[in-house]
């Protein structure tokens, strides 16, 4: 998967840097070979966010997770220029449907789709906007870098993203991967 990410992305990008668990960077970097330079993750996403920012040298970095192998490269260079434009820019899904936002188990309100997108990555963002963002959030951590942008000020623009951009965190995931989403790729699974 992290292949086809890194691929995706090369033709587009100056530079990939790619975080990785200490274990597993002699086996990414023999992987990746001179393709992408391979450094030590954090101990979150957060913290590996602010990892790459430290080692890439771009004006406008661009984010995407290695289990999302899927995205295509318009949706990257789409991205990638709304960020120049914009300053930050993501990729954005349309639910389809309403979405609830809960409060303890409870559905506290709806949100009509029309209002509402489920993040995706490729995300990217201006330089100095991200690195901001870090600095105003010394100490606290966000899940996602959308979150810590935003709550650094920023706004973000959104991007259409793509169904088949899915993450693959589960078994289930993997299975809609290897059968329906690389076959109709044209990618090996």
Not at 63 to 92: K, N
Not at 159 to 180: M, Q
Request: one cysteine or more; proline letters at 6%; hydrophobic letters at 45%.
């Amino acid at each position: 998967m992290l292949e086809v990410v890194v691929d995706t992305l090369r033709p587009l990008v100056d530079e990939v840097v790619v975080a990785v668990p200490v274990d597993f960077i002699d086996e990414i970097t023999a992987q990746l070979q001179d393709r992408a330079a391979v450094i030590m993750g954090g101990r979150s996403r957060h913290e590996s966010i602010g990892r790459l920012l430290a080692a890439s040298a771009g004006e406008v970095v661009l984010i995407h997770d290695g289990a999302r192998p899927f995205a295509s490269p318009q949706l990257c260079s789409a991205v990638l220029a709304a960020a120049t434009q914009h300053g930050a820019a993501g990729a954005f899904l349309d639910p389809t449907v309403p979405v609830g936002r809960l409060e303890h188990d409870v559905v506290a309100s709806c949100q009509p789709r029309q209002e509402a997108r489920l993040c995706q990555t490729p995300q990217a963002y201006r330089r100095d906007i991200l690195h901001t963002a870090y600095h105003k959030s010394a100490g606290l951590e966000f899940p996602s870098t959308v979150q810590l942008v935003i709550a650094g000020g920023y706004t973000l623009h959104s991007i259409s993203g793509e169904p088949e951009n899915i993450k693959i965190t589960t078994s289930l995931d993997w299975l809609i991967a290897e059968r329906v989403l690389a076959p109709l790729m044209g990618l090996d699974a």
